[in-house]
Every structure is written in C-alpha cells, then in structure tokens.
C-alpha cells in the first residue's frame, strides 16, 4: 500500500513569491493534517482537516498561508506571499478515525 | 495549550547498550503519547505508542512507558544497533490520537560501533 505522496520534494523560490505544496494521504484515511518543521525542532500543527471540513486551523497563520481539501482526499497548502521565515520542512500526515498518524516525506523549502 | 519537552537533546551509546529518552507533558487531559523516529530527509515514522490507560508496553526492543501522575513518559531501546542512530521525537495528544499531536524538540541519538 502506497504511503502519504507529497510533492514537491524541493521548492527553492524568491521572497514574496508565492508556493503550493501537494498532499495525496493514505487511501481511505479520513484525517489530513499538515505540520511545519523547523531545522532542529519538531513538527508544529499549522491545520488539520475531517474528511473536507478543517477542523482544527488555529495555528494556520492566515494572512499568507491558506489550505484546501477539495472532495475530502487530496489537499494543498499554499503561501502567499513567502518570507524568508517560511523556510522549513512542510509534512503532511494522515489517519483513519482517530488512530496513528503517517507522515509523508515532506516538501522543504528555502526562500531566498 | 499542551507543552511536550524532551531531554536529552543528544545521546551517544555504544552498540549493545540500552537508550533511555524522556518527556513530560503539561496537559492532564493528553490520552495519546506517540513516539517517532526520523531518519535525514524523511518523515517522522512511528515506532511505538501508548495511551492513558496503559502504563507499559513493549515492541520487541522498544519499550515505552507511561507515569500519568507526573506526567511524564519514556522511551526505552535495548540491544542498539546502528541502524537505531536517528533523531527521536516524543508527542502527546488529546481526543485519543485524532487530534494534532504536539512534539518535543528531539533527541540525536548516537549509537557508536
């Protein structure tokens, strides 16, 4: 079985440009979430989608980055327009009813 | 919000010998405490988890355990192979893993042959 697809792997742009991050979860898993990692540190919640609906945005920093989960499967990420500070590793993860979570590879981005 | 922190930051141990990460938690009502392993350039895996009303439970060579009342958990491996050298990550959760799940900052571990 086919785990999280995320792609780009690599995205390398100029500041104030913008970036869309593509996530495929896990056939049948209802929850998607996406997380940024920063260099060193743990991944932080930035939304977390049930089925279509985001759930969980709290975190999501919303006067550049926004999140869509069209038909309940696959989901984009996007920042309009980038800073430097954006640069970090962006995961998905997705889960079926509350169990475990698996984690794509990640896209990494460096704005320059 | 919930407050996962995580030590040590770095652990070096030869090959054989057993590892020991921890982490504690702020929020009592956190039920779900994951704990993923990080390999350069992929995603965090999971390796193990366990939930409130578990005090223990092993895999094989990895072993966490749950102390609610202080809240905090650990992380045991036992027999270290090289393979084991990765970053370790713990998280806590509430809504039983179905909510986002809140990291430590990580441990390096190093196993040295």
């Known amino acids: 079985e086919a785990g999280v697809v995320q792609s780009p792997r690599y995205k390398i742009i100029e500041k104030k440009q913008p970036v869309a991050f593509w996530c495929n979860p896990i056939?049948?898993?209802?929850?998607l979430y996406w997380y940024l990692q920063n260099l060193g540190q743990g991944p932080e919640l930035l939304i977390r989608y049930e089925n279509e609906e985001a759930v969980d945005d709290s975190q999501l920093p919303k006067d550049r980055f926004s999140a869509e989960r069209l038909k309940g499967v696959d989901s984009t990420l996007k920042i309009q327009p980038a800073e430097l500070g954006d640069s970090a590793v962006y995961l998905c993860?997705?889960?079926?009813?509350?169990?475990?979570?698996?984690f794509g590879p990640g896209t990494r981005l460096t704005v320059l | 919000g919930e407050n996962v922190e995580q030590h040590p930051s770095t652990l070096s141990v030869q090959e054989g010998d057993s590892a020991v990460i921890k982490c504690t938690y702020s929020?009592?009502?956190?039920?779900?405490f994951p704990w993923y392993k990080q390999e350069l350039g992929k995603g965090p895996q999971l390796i193990i988890d366990?939930?409130?009303?578990?005090g223990e439970k092993k895999d094989q060579r990895i072993a966490v355990t749950l102390n609610k009342t202080a809240k905090h958990f650990s992380l045991h491996i036992t027999e270290t192979q090289p393979e084991d050298s990765a970053v370790y990550f713990c998280?806590?959760?509430?809504?039983?893993?179905?909510?986002?799940?809140?990291f430590g900052k990580g441990t390096h571990l190093i196993i040295q042959p």
């Open positions: 929020d009592s009502a956190s039920n779900y």
């Open positions: 056939s049948g898993h209802n929850t």
């Open positions: 998280a806590a959760s509430l809504g039983g893993g179905a909510d986002g799940l809140t």
């Open positions: 366990i939930r409130s009303n578990v």
């Open positions: 993860a997705s889960s079926l009813a509350g169990h475990e979570q698996f």
